[in-house]
């Protein structure tokens, strides 16, 4: 018998058939899937390799086996008038014609169903309905399969690699970075990657296009910087993130003198080569002497780290840099900022550091009107010290004018909107950070906060796990998993979830978790635990324990000791669904009304911006 008669006698070829339309319609369904969840690529790269290697393995062993009603036996060892690869070839047949229907039946709905819909129709809105139509933006050409479609006018700015010989000159290089970054993002016309996503990636060993992937953007910024003494070597190049192609590269050799000069000069190259049409003029750089600007990138950086030491040191910096150039008003944005940081942080009092914080955000505005870090942090501080709520939006209202891609404005903008109860606005502004900051695990935080207020239980939860994936220590997020579990009935894992808590937030979940699964002697028994030993900050939150349970009485006993202690969880009272079960009583519209956060004040707050396209 010929190789090719033996071959098709022992079934190989059905084997093999069967075997690639199997695993090709497995790989397309597990593309969907698995970006669905948005797991990472390498798992579908995974998935691929071993589906390669399997092949010849499934071949060789259908041509030295033999399936028998006695069970897998080695071919060589059946006699051929007892083979019955006959029987077997039929039931492959069968096997091989069912796939065929199933993988012809999935194109089709990949084809006319999948594809449609993921395609806004004529007219059609999408979730950001306040933000511009994305489906205008124009399409990455020759974009690979499966691969997400940027606009064209994207860009994130990598931090510039320090090839100083002193390594404390590292803050020169990441400042001019970000100072690139900042000068760009005020063009409105431009997308630009927010900072915390950028530097995210600055020790990663990536190639350009996944790069671009990560961030979401069609172009990337990169290059280095040597400093010696008063002289600067700076190379910048700007690279087309899908194929790594080299757009435009330049090498600057000067004085320190002209680093706003050189920041003004590489601008205005990104702009002509992404062809961006600017409405006004291009903005330029704000000068002050070298020695200074290098003082303020220095106090900037120590900033970000947020400990009490770094603070104090930022702002001696600070200080330094005004003695030196006292209308620097860069300067008195960062000494705005960290002042509100450290109030926060309560290492600063409050009384202390808000006014503060005040008058060097007034000093900022008055030198330079267009900053909108100081409108953003004076609105800040208007909502959350005297609930100002009209008088923040007025400052959040003008930051946004000025800079709306600015990640810090867009924050607060999201917390004004969720004070206000209007939750849909809330999202589309979380969604607009994701979009612009997608490796910050706050701006997934948020958003994944604003969809559980707003009943989106599945979604919340997959924006949580995103930020837990980002930050894996975040505090509080198992918790908040698990109560969204529980909201949507499935107590049994939302138990889990909780448990994994290492912070105060899991014997706040805990009781109310417990009584969902009827395990009420362990319900009590942690709400007391928390009653004995949090009675003044989780007041607020007992509240909605008792809430959730239905004991009207006892919410709104821990509601009234909430507000004697100025508890903060308050500016959510409106929005919270744990206080459902009491929304009836006649208690609660006139305990909103006294807090000033009945829905007719709430709505009487008049206040409209428009997103960053």
Do not use: C
Request: net charge negative; charged share 25%.
């Amino acid at each position: 018998m010929s190789l090719f008669s033996e071959l098709q006698r022992r079934n190989v070829f059905r084997v093999a058939i069967g075997y690639l339309v199997s695993s090709w319609l497995l790989l397309e369904v597990a593309d969907v899937l698995l970006g669905t969840f948005g797991t990472p690529d390498w798992v579908m790269q995974t998935l691929t390799v071993v589906l390669a290697l399997g092949f010849p393995v499934v071949v060789f062993f259908s041509w030295a086996y033999e399936v028998t009603p006695e069970g897998i036996k080695r071919e060589s060892e059946i006699d051929r008038d007892q083979s019955i690869t006959h029987v077997t070839a039929r039931k492959l047949d069968r096997s091989i014609m069912m796939v065929l229907a199933i993988a012809v039946a999935y194109f089709a709905f990949d084809k006319f169903y999948l594809s449609q819909d993921s395609e806004p129709a004529p007219g059609a809105t999408t979730s950001q309905e306040i933000t511009a139509d994305a489906s205008e933006a124009p399409a990455v050409p020759q974009a690979k399969p499966g691969d997400e479609v940027h606009p064209d006018q994207s860009i994130a700015v990598l931090p510039f690699v320090n090839m100083s010989e002193e390594e404390a000159n590292a803050y020169f290089a990441d400042g001019l970075s970000e100072e690139l970054l900042n000068l760009l993002a005020k063009i409105p016309q431009l997308q630009v990657a927010a900072r915390t996503s950028s530097f995210a990636l600055k020790d990663e060993a990536l190639d350009i296009p996944e790069i671009g992937q990560r961030l979401k953007v069609a172009h990337v910024l990169e290059g280095s910087v040597r400093k010696a003494g008063n002289q600067v070597r700076i190379t910048a190049q700007l690279v087309q993130a899908r194929d790594g192609y080299h757009l435009w590269s330049e090498t600057y050799d000067r004085e320190l003198d002209d680093i706003f000069a050189i920041q003004d000069e590489i601008a205005a190259a990104v702009v002509d080569e992404l062809k961006v049409q600017l409405l006004g003029a291009a903005p330029a750089a704000q000068q002050t002497e070298p020695e200074a600007y290098a003082l303020y990138l220095q106090a900037r950086q120590l900033g970000r780290q947020n400990s009490v030491e770094a603070l104090e040191r930022s702002n001696a910096l600070y200080q330094e840099v005004l003695s030196i150039d006292p209308n620097y008003a860069p300067a008195w944005d960062g000494l705005a900022l960290n002042s509100v940081q450290q109030a926060s942080m309560i290492t600063v009092a409050v009384d202390e550091g808000f006014p503060r914080a005040l008058h060097a955000a007034d000093r900022a505005i008055e030198l330079d009107p267009a900053l909108a870090g100081p409108h953003a942090i004076k609105g800040y501080i208007a909502l959350s010290r005297g609930r100002d709520m009209e008088r923040a939006a007025r400052h959040l209202e003008r930051a946004m004018a000025l800079e709306p891609g600015n990640i810090e404005v867009l924050r607060n903008l999201s917390a004004l909107y969720r004070t206000l109860a209007r939750l849909d606005e809330a999202i589309a502004v979380s969604e607009v950070m994701v979009r612009l900051d997608p490796l910050n695990n706050n701006a997934h935080y948020t958003l994944g906060l604003m969809l559980r207020y707003s009943g989106r239980l599945d979604e919340a939860i997959a924006a949580f796990q995103r930020s837990l994936s980002l930050s894996p220590e975040r505090v509080g997020v198992h918790s908040l998993i698990g109560e969204a579990q529980m909201l949507n009935g499935d107590a049994e894992t939302a138990l889990e979830s909780v448990m994994r808590e290492q912070s105060l937030w899991r014997i706040i979940s805990l009781p109310m978790v417990y009584y969902a699964l009827g395990r009420v002697d362990e319900a009590d028994a942690t709400l007391a635990e928390l009653i004995d030993e949090h009675p003044r900050d989780a007041a607020y939150n007992i509240a909605y324990v008792y809430a959730h349970r239905g004991d009207a009485d006892r919410a709104f006993e821990w509601l009234e000791k909430a507000v004697e202690y100025d508890d903060p969880g308050l500016g959510d009272l409106p929005i919270e669904s744990l206080f459902e079960n009491i929304h009836d009583d006649p208690r609660w519209l006139p305990l909103l009304e006294r807090l000033g956060k009945s829905p007719a004040q709430l709505d009487a707050v008049e206040f409209n911006v428009k997103l960053p396209d």
